[in-house]
């Protein structure tokens, strides 16, 4: 035998013996409605941790995360993935700069803009250091806030230098998912093979890659707000608003009550906050990106878009500067709002 093909088999070897690590996993889900179950919170780490390594077969992981789907991630999975993928990205080189928010953007926008970016720069105006990352998936009729970062002129980080520079100079930056981990992103384009999103969504959005201050969660579906807030206390974050967002993503609708999941202090706290908007005033489907610079400098004040900003704003200043009550939270959202930099865009576009 050739030293090519001794490697090779051994290669091989190694690689159906990492994968059968794996297997009592999918076994686990898969046994059926009398013998499957769900993953203990240890199990669940380690399982997260064989994949972020590489030494999970394609058809193994996408296995393991549609069993899942299928009845939903409890709240010791959603635990488990989330600690394996923060000490997975822990061993990376550190960012070196303080973050105030972090804010996953991953959902995207079905017929409207994501006004949430607006919000964003907002409070970045005044000082707070915010880092946003999201992924696109091509095809979809969505509007990914990276794509109108794109257009409006806005730096998409490729590195954490850049990521670093963005901070120091506007307080603000996006970065797509693959450039933070090649891995992550992957495992959210199994998309594309399997139909369907996958856990991996959560897990995004719960991460917190560089270890912010503070973070917020936009949630699409009913009781995931609860999942997330019982799984930032089983892991002791410090600072996190959840809550169920415009088509998914953390910006409030103006025309829909909200409920907003707060853990702070080693609490959790519920508050309803009513409509802003009592009619309709969504212009569907249109997603001319002008609207949103012009909102920002004032020359057309958009009445969903500014009441989407408002109350976004609000909530968000709410967490970091725990601030509780509705009312005081939107005279916070006023004056941030007031301080902005209208030149902004015109600066960059």
Same mark, same amino acid.
């Given at each position: ?29 898969? @046994? ?38 299928? @009845? ?171 809550? @169920? ?105």
């Amino acid at each position: 035998m050739t030293d090519r093909a001794t490697t090779s088999k051994a290669t091989t070897s190694t690689t159906i013996r990492m994968s059968n690590d794996f297997t009592q996993y999918v076994k686990i889900l898969g @046994r059926g409605k009398k013998g499957a179950r769900s993953l203990t919170l240890e199990e669940a780490e380690h399982a997260m941790s064989l994949m972020l390594s590489g030494n999970v077969a394609p058809e193994q992981s996408g296995a393991f995360w549609m069993l899942i789907r299928i @009845r939903e991630e409890t709240v010791e999975e959603t635990v488990g993935f989330t600690k394996a993928t923060r000490q997975y990205l822990l061993k990376k080189q550190p960012l070196g700069i303080n973050i105030d928010l972090d804010w996953p953007a991953y959902a995207g926008k079905r017929n409207e803009l994501p006004w949430f970016l607006l919000a964003a720069l907002a409070l970045a105006n005044t000082g707070v250091n915010i880092v946003m990352h999201g992924h696109m998936f091509d095809g979809e009729n969505r509007m990914y806030v990276e794509h109108a970062i794109s257009k409006l002129g806005l730096v998409v980080c490729n590195s954490k230098g850049q990521l670093k520079h963005e901070l120091e100079t506007s307080h603000f930056a996006y970065m797509p998912l693959a450039e933070i981990d090649e891995s992550l992103g992957a495992m959210m384009d199994l998309k594309y093979v399997l139909g369907l999103r996958s856990p991996v969504n959560t897990v995004v959005r719960m991460m917190n890659p560089f270890f912010a201050n503070n973070s917020v969660h936009g949630v699409f579906h009913r009781g995931y707000d609860q999942l997330h807030l019982a799984a930032c206390e089983q892991l002791g974050d410090a600072s996190v608003l959840v809550f @169920r967002g415009g088509n998914g993503e953390a910006e409030v609708n103006p025309e829909r009550d909200v409920t907003l999941g707060k853990w702070q202090d080693g609490m959790a706290t519920w508050s309803d906050w009513p409509k802003a908007e009592k009619e309709h005033k969504r212009l569907k489907d249109n997603l001319d990106l002008s609207r949103l610079t012009d909102h920002w400098r004032g020359d057309q004040l958009d009445q969903f878009g500014g009441q989407a900003v408002r109350q976004t704003v609000a909530s968000v200043a709410g967490l970091l500067y725990g601030v509780s009550s509705h009312e005081e939270c939107l005279v916070l959202a006023d004056d941030i709002w007031a301080r902005r930099d209208k030149g902004y865009f015109d600066s960059i576009l």
